[in-house]
């Protein structure tokens, strides 16, 4: 059936009389029905467009469709604003719990998110009467924020969300700033913390449609971790923090212009690096600190314990109030006209976070009884998947050690399914078949997770033996 608001009801015989009857009608799907959004006299059928949006725990980022054409415009992105309230979900969580601040938490999500989009149409000479719908991915609690459900219940035991779908709502009810009768989609979760973005990335790389034992692992401030094929999936999540995406790092900062996004240390400790955009070094971004990671550790400037070897024969390691750190590069070619450096803090930091998603694959391989070597095809997602090398990720111990030709690079997944969601009632519609079909697996009480994080705490692991070909690399016996 097809419904209207009242808003449009209101503006219809004029309309209708003052276009000569010739009119276009933009229609939104709201379950069952289907729901006129907007009535506009003539033909403007192309200057109807929507928002997929990326809710990340650290980072939130846009894209503008042109929804007839079904182009991507343009991009934006920006930290996310509740990030002055924890630098992960659970700390947000019991921050707005014990200060009574679930509305707050509410508003400067939506902030960001109507920050992006007016920024991508002011830039676009586009009306926000235009845009017409939006889509957005995210892990459940950053979910529930958004609409303003309570995820309180999400942290304490049985770690049930209020809901894990959501049907479409109006997009003003929530305070997103779009066209008044605007939808807003979310897309469904699959526990209390396998999300949106999971079931978005499953739609991005039809996971449902693979032959081949497949595993998808979405890295960023919660590792997420999909195992499975066309006949099952199995999911589980892991707090690896927000490191890899630039944030709790002295030098870190997003992937933007002037970001070190790869790095190499000769054995004589130079260091090579290079800058997105070719511009002026402004910090270093999650695909950088992986391989300054990994270099360090080759060039021996750390030990397997991340530890600084204080007798290495460089002036780049230098000792500070702080402890030890190394430079990367002097504060004379910086656009921040200071040094870029890497601590002993910021080493640590990514260990653990390599370390948590590392032991959320192997446990969650053990679990259904395989190993690394029953793996056929693994997709890489996240901000940076695009831009990280996989050598270095396995010199690190953050992937497991397979080969190269078995990784697949799918980037931004959350935000490629959003879009797909955004341009196809179907691919919104497998994204709830995809989610329903995922069985999820508790981390959170699973004794061989945390004995397997406190072996991963090494470069690459304490058991050297699950890395061969990085024993080679280091010649360890």
């Known amino acids: 059936k097809i419904t209207t608001n009242f808003d449009v009801l209101k503006r219809l015989p004029v309309i209708l009389r003052s276009s000569d009857w010739k009119v276009t009608a933009t229609l939104g799907y709201r379950g069952p029905?289907?729901?006129?959004?907007?009535?506009?006299?003539?033909?403007?059928?192309?200057?109807n467009y929507g928002v997929a949006v990326d809710v990340g725990t650290t980072t939130v980022v846009a894209h503008l469709l042109n929804l007839s054409r079904g182009e991507t415009i343009d991009i934006e992105a920006?930290?996310?604003?509740?990030?002055?309230?924890?630098?992960?979900?659970?700390?947000?969580i019991i921050y707005a719990a014990q200060n009574n601040a679930m509305a707050?938490?509410?508003?400067?999500?939506?902030?960001?998110?109507n920050h992006?989009?007016?920024t991508l149409i002011k830039r676009n000479h586009i009306s926000i009467h235009d845009v017409s719908a939006v889509v957005c991915a995210g892990n459940t609690v950053m979910t529930h924020f958004l609409i303003g459900l309570d995820p309180t219940n999400i942290r304490k035991e049985p770690y049930l969300p209020a809901a894990s779908f959501v049907p479409p709502l109006k997009a003003c009810d929530v305070g997103?700033?779009?066209?008044?009768?605007?939808?807003?989609?979310?897309?469904?979760?699959?526990?209390?913390?396998?999300?949106?973005?999971?079931?978005?990335?499953?739609?991005?790389?039809?996971l449902d449609?693979?032959?081949?034992?497949?595993?998808?692992i979405d890295i960023g401030t919660n590792g997420e971790i999909v195992l499975g094929n066309k006949d099952w999936m199995v999911c589980c999540s892991a707090s690896a923090g927000p490191s890899f995406e630039g944030s709790g790092i002295s030098c870190g900062t997003r992937a933007a212009k002037g970001a070190i996004e790869k790095v190499t240390i000769t054995k004589k400790y130079d260091v090579v690096y290079k800058t997105i955009a070719d511009a002026p070094p402004s910090g270093i971004c999650g695909s950088g600190l992986l391989d300054c990671l990994a270099n360090l550790t080759r060039s021996g400037v750390i030990d397997r314990t991340g530890n600084f070897q204080k007798g290495i024969n460089s002036d780049r390691l230098r000792k500070t109030d702080n402890g030890y750190e190394f430079v990367l590069v002097d504060r004379s070619i910086t656009s921040t006209k200071r040094d870029i450096v890497i601590t002993q803090a910021d080493i640590q930091n990514l260990m653990r976070s390599k370390a948590a998603i590392y032991s959320a694959i192997s446990t969650l391989l053990e679990s259904m009884g395989m190993s690394v070597n029953n793996i056929e095809q693994l997709y890489l997602a996240g901000g940076f998947g695009n831009y990280l090398d996989i050598r270095s990720a396995i010199t690190i111990g953050m992937l497991p050690d397979v080969s190269a030709s078995k990784v697949q690079f799918v980037g931004n997944t959350s935000v490629i399914g959003a879009k797909m969601a955004l341009l196809a009632k179907d691919a919104y519609?497998?994204?709830g078949i995809l989610a329903s079909k995922m069985t999820y697996f508790d981390l959170m009480s699973n004794n061989k997770y945390m004995e397997e994080y406190?072996?991963?705490?090494?470069?690459?692991?304490?058991?050297?033996?699950?890395?061969?070909s990085v024993a080679q690399e280091l010649m360890v016996s």
């Open 33 to 47: 029905s289907v729901e006129i959004i907007e009535i506009q006299g003539g033909n403007v059928s192309d200057g």
């Open 78 to 92: 920006t930290y996310n604003s509740q990030i002055k309230y924890g630098d992960d979900y659970i700390q947000r």
């Open 104 to 113: 707050l938490m509410q508003e400067v999500l939506v902030e960001d998110i």
């Open 116 to 118: 992006l989009i007016s």
């Open 176 to 206: 997103i700033k779009i066209n008044n009768n605007g939808l807003l989609y979310t897309l469904p979760c699959v526990g209390a913390y396998v999300g949106g973005d999971i079931s978005s990335g499953a739609l991005a790389i039809r």
């Open 209 to 216: 449609k693979a032959d081949m034992l497949s595993l998808l």
């Open 429 to 431: 519609e497998i994204a």
């Open 454 to 468: 406190m072996s991963a705490n090494f470069l690459p692991h304490t058991d050297i033996e699950k890395f061969p």
